[in-house]
């Protein structure tokens, strides 16, 4: 069963409860990727999505992974065309824990300059690698050749 709730603030909520094991799945989806930036901001929603992880008001550096995963949990994010995603998974006794990390990522990160310098440098690795990878440019080239243009090419 799913519910939905819409907050004050605009903020669509889903909750889809599943009883098959004692863990959660916390989520945020923010409506913008790739195909929303110019060519002068291309990469910033990946780049922002890499910041995000790098301290908030209340967690410093590292803090957010150390809690999560010392409490037995994963998480990770990813930007594609249209959104950009921030997941984690964790033990359900957790999950306040996980739902205040999440919460401080999405409402204040830090952006502390050091961070930033050195995240840059983080995403431009990660760039060059997609470049070493031949099912990337496949998939780059495909794109490229379906959609042209627009901003998925």
Known sequence: MVKQ????????????????????????????????ETPSEAGLSHFI????FKGTRKFKMGEIAQIIEG?????????????TVFYMTLSKVFMRTGLEALADMMGFPAFDPGEIDAEREVVVEEMKRGHDSLGRQASQLLFKTAYGTHPYG
């Not at 409490?71 to 959104?83: R, V």
């Open 49 to 52: 999505e890499h910041l995000l």
């Open 71 to 83: 409490s037995g949990g994963e998480l990770n994010a990813y930007t594609s065309f249209d959104q």
């Open 5 to 36: 709730y819409q907050l004050k603030n605009g903020l669509q909520v889903l909750l889809i409860e599943s009883h098959k094991s004692p863990v959660v799945s916390l989520q945020a989806w923010v409506r913008t990727g790739s195909a929303d």
